[in-house]
């Protein structure tokens, strides 16, 4: 894709949703790092749910410390890999505590040390929570890069650092939100909604489906 494509690309997405979001409910840093972690592998809707009942009660280092591990997993058994989460979460708040005065870093090292937390939610949290231009892959994002032909790799890697590459700079804050948004209600898996894309004709997707 060309880069007058590109400035247009998301210039129409800008346009679409001037500012995006992520659909996780938060209030802090650690709201959202927590939420993050629970949303490996399962909705938005689920975590969101689970955690208008969580945060309530427990939504710091210290207050999830002392809820437990079992405790904790009432409120999050309906989420996929509770358990395991679970165990992460807890470890991750010990860490949070014990390193950090029982607040979240803003940087990448002391980030990906904590329990639960990879790139994508290293790059998700930097982004939404303290505004770096930093742009995590999930497999909507993955699946939008490579079919419109904006960032083609071979891995949620590859695409990421063709994304730092071919994202003009003015809208690389919002990139991330923009992308996955599109990618979830538009640019779908298995029938993109290609006659309602505002990129239908930036788009190199030779399998355009047109209703």
């Known amino acids: 894709m060309t880069k007058t494509k590109r400035i ?10 001037p500012n995006p979001t992520t659909e996780l409910n938060y209030s802090t840093p650690f709201e959202l790092l927590i939420s993050i ?11 969101n749910k ?15 410390t002392k809820l437990g591990e079992t405790k904790l997993k009432r409120y999050i058994k309906t989420i996929g890999l509770y358990n395991t ?16 005065a029982g607040t979240v870093p803003s940087n990448r090292e002391a980030l990906e040390a904590l329990p639960g937390v990879g790139r994508k939610t290293v790059n998700v949290l930097l982004n939404t929570a303290f505004g770096h231009p930093t742009i995590a892959v999930d497999t909507h994002i993955f699946r939008v890069a490579n ?3 904006l960032a083609p790799g071979e891995n949620v890697l590859e ?31 298995r029938k993109p909604r290609c006659g309602a894309c505002v990129i239908e004709d930036l788009c190199e997707f030779d399998k355009k489906v047109i209703e």
């Open 8 to 17: 247009n690309l998301f210039q129409r997405l800008r346009e679409n949703n």
């Open 159 to 189: 695409v990421e650092r063709a994304l730092e590459k071919a994202v003009p700079d003015e809208f690389k804050q919002n990139a991330h939100h923009w992308l996955i948004l599109h990618g979830r209600y538009v640019c779908v898996a």
């Open 50 to 64: 689970a955690t208008a009942k969580l945060y309530p009660v427990a939504n710091t280092p210290e207050q999830i």
């Open 147 to 149: 079919r419109t032909g």
């Open 85 to 100: 989460k679970a165990k992460n979460i807890i470890k991750t708040c010990s860490i949070l505590i014990k390193k950090h």
């Open 37 to 47: 972690i629970l949303s490996a592998q399962a909705t938005d809707v689920s975590v």
